[in-house]
């Protein structure tokens, strides 16, 4: 079977095209977006994440501010960080990078910060309000895979959609959009996690699946239906001897094993990942367009 690739990179480009124009328009009216991201501590992962949405902020012209904090800061301290960017005017948006460590009680980190300025769509204010249909922001992984299945021309309605994971980042609200009505919704949605009961036997009833459960290479050939559609958010480092490094990043579907048995799929990396950097852009130039609408 001839199988597409679904870049993200590619699909994102046209996305930035509208976000530059919206961007010079805010320019026009004296506002420059601008994005603050805290991290707490110094995970290599949500490192190398930080520094990707710093680049592209730069690339884009919207100001951003990187706020480094040691992992034993307390919560209290944390949490008048979150009070000062609540109250600046020249952060539209900003995120805290998850995980936090241990000590810190991430619910409470997320319900301070301001709805207005959630462009990660974390809080439950922006959480209950995608889940009825009336969103502001739109979650940055789910989002991203919704208008990659669009721009690609992949109808959802009426499909059925088996959703691998049920994280608050990416599991939960990827269902609650699929299953949405209108365009990029209007699915059969299912879902499935690490308690399912024969879970391949679900997996296999998918006309799309998409994965999200941090295993490497775990979707193999016999759990995915001949023709099915693909999207793997997962991005995991494995060793490779072959590779110049010693590593290199996989998803959670065995690529080379299905690439012959489905119809189109994205690659890890250059798929989903430009996909997340992408929705979280538009969500930071929304709430400086936003704020514009406020002050009128
Ligand atoms: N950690 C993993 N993914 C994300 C994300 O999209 N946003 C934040 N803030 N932290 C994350």
Request: with cysteine; net charge negative; charged share 25%.
């Amino acid at each position: 079977m001839t199988c597409s690739l679904i870049k993200g990179t590619d699909i994102s480009a046209g996305i930035y095209d509208e976000i530059r124009d919206r961007i010079a328009k805010l320019r026009e009216c004296g506002v420059v977006p601008g994005l603050a991201a805290v991290m707490v501590g110094n995970d290599p992962a949500s490192q190398v994440y930080v520094k990707a949405k710093e680049k592209k902020c730069a690339e884009l012209g919207i100001r951003s501010e990187m706020i480094y904090l040691s992992d034993n800061i307390t919560e209290e301290h944390l949490l008048s960080k979150i009070k000062q960017l609540n109250e600046d005017k020249m952060i539209h948006g900003y995120l805290i990078q998850l995980p936090l460590p241990d000590h810190i009680d991430t619910d409470k980190i997320i319900n301070a910060i301001d709805p207005k300025k959630d462009v990660d769509c974390f809080h439950p204010e922006n959480v209950g309000r995608m889940l009825v249909g009336d969103h502001v922001f739109l979650p940055a992984t789910p989002g991203g895979v919704q208008q990659m299945l669009i721009r690609s021309g992949i109808s959802t309605e009426g499909k059925h959609i088996v959703v691998v994971g049920r994280s608050n980042i990416v599991g939960k609200p990827m269902a609650a959009l699929m299953m949405q009505r209108g365009i990029g919704g209007d699915a059969t949605v299912t879902v499935v996690h690490s308690k399912s009961k024969n879970l391949s036997e679900i997996t296999r009833q998918a006309d799309i699946l998409i994965v999200s459960i941090g295993k490497p290479l775990y979707i193999k050939k016999d759990m995915v239906k001949e023709g099915a559609v693909i999207i793997d958010v997962g991005v995991n480092r494995i060793d490779d001897p072959d590779s110049p490094k010693g590593t290199r990043l996989v998803g959670d579907v065995d690529f080379d094993d299905i690439k012959d048995h489905v119809s189109a799929i994205t690659p890890v990396p250059g798929g989903v990942g430009p996909m997340t950097i992408c929705t979280l852009m538009d969500n930071v130039v929304k709430a400086a367009e936003l704020s514009i609408q406020a002050q009128k």
